[in-house]
């Protein structure tokens, strides 16, 4: 039968969640076409307006009227933060699959009662970390499981971007307290969900964060106190002896969406940049000295799920594309099927992992994933 879905919020993930709900049946070609069947936003006039847009039946000004909805078995929630948990217990209590945006929770107490929520509930609940399901990171976890660069012992991840980069850019919603540390909990989340993949339990974590401008313009004239830090800086000790290193920054001048990962082994390195998201640098030691270097390995139907896209190689997904394979997972989930999703115990163990960084942070000291 037909999954009925429902849409929370219509901003930029909320459309993306849109475009994948449309897209699924028809990319996979393997599964029934969803049906779209309400969406929430903060008004009935904007609900109307973005239901007709983005092709849903029914509209509520409402969210609890949609997650209470006899005709809606999955829930997309891409409300801010600070709704999530809210909004995400609501769905599971009233019976429905819970597809959630990162990160899980504003706070860790929070994402513990979601995990809690989530296990009575017996429902799929899934973590909107997109970047985990393109088709070169699975190469590169084929790669690593393989033995390509032999044994991993270090891993490096940056995130940057320039959204916040300028001084005399509004005080907006992330540099409220109330979204979170900032950069640690809104972007540090995307590299710890990509580490998942590579290295096995965080053991120990300790971190440095820094408020690049203090203050920021209000509407109406003044400046008010920024709350959040836009730029953290994670170290991990990780099971086996793997070393860690994660740096966020919404400030970087001139990186747009730059998440730059490193492996390295003793065999060999592999690396990526989410702004060039369909191509694998690797090098492995092989061969006379004189020859060898990065060799890069450019995205085609070889890479699956990019087949499922498009039949010809170097055409290029981009990122909506990952939504739609995310999507597809998800679906694979409620049927009961294996599916490569970040669920709502991985989604708990990235949470602790970041509200342990704080807990360093804070103290100035190592300290494990923290406990709630
Ligand atoms: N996975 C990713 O790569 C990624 C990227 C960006 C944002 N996000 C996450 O997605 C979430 C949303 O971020 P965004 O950038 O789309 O924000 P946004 O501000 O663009 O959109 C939020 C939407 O939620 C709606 N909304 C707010 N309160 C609501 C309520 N009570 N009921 C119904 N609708 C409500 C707003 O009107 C708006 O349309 C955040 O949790 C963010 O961390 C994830």
Known sequence: MAIGVGLIGTGFMGKC?????????????????????????????????????LGFRRSTGDWRAL??????????????????????????TAGKHVWCEKPMAASLAEAVEMHRAWKRSQRVGVLGYNYIQNPALRLMRKLVREGAIGRLNHVRVEMDEDFMADPEGPFGGKSAASSGYGALDDFAVHPLSLLSGFVGQIESVFCDMAKPYATRQVEGGGRRAVETYDIATALLRCAGGVSGLVCANRCAWGRKGRIKIQLFGDRGTIAFDQERLNEVEVFTR????????????????????????????????GFNDLKVIECRELIAAIAGEPAAVLDFDAGLAIERTVHGLAESFRSGAWVKPAQA
């Open 17 to 53: 969640h849109a475009l994948a709900w449309n897209a699924v049946a028809p990319v996979f070609g393997d599964i029934e076409p969803p049906v779209l069947t309400m969406l929430a936003e903060t008004g009935e006039r904007l609900a109307q307006e973005r239901a007709r847009q």
């Open 67 to 92: 997650v209470t909805d006899p005709a809606v078995d999955v829930v997309s929630i891409t409300a801010p933060n600070e709704f999530h948990a809210e909004m995400a217990i609501a769905a599971l």
């Open 286 to 317: 092989d061969g006379p000295l004189e020859t060898q270097g990065f060799r890069t390995i450019l995205m085609g139907p070889a890479h699956p799920p990019y087949d499922r896209f498009i039949p010809a190689p170097g055409h290029e997904l």
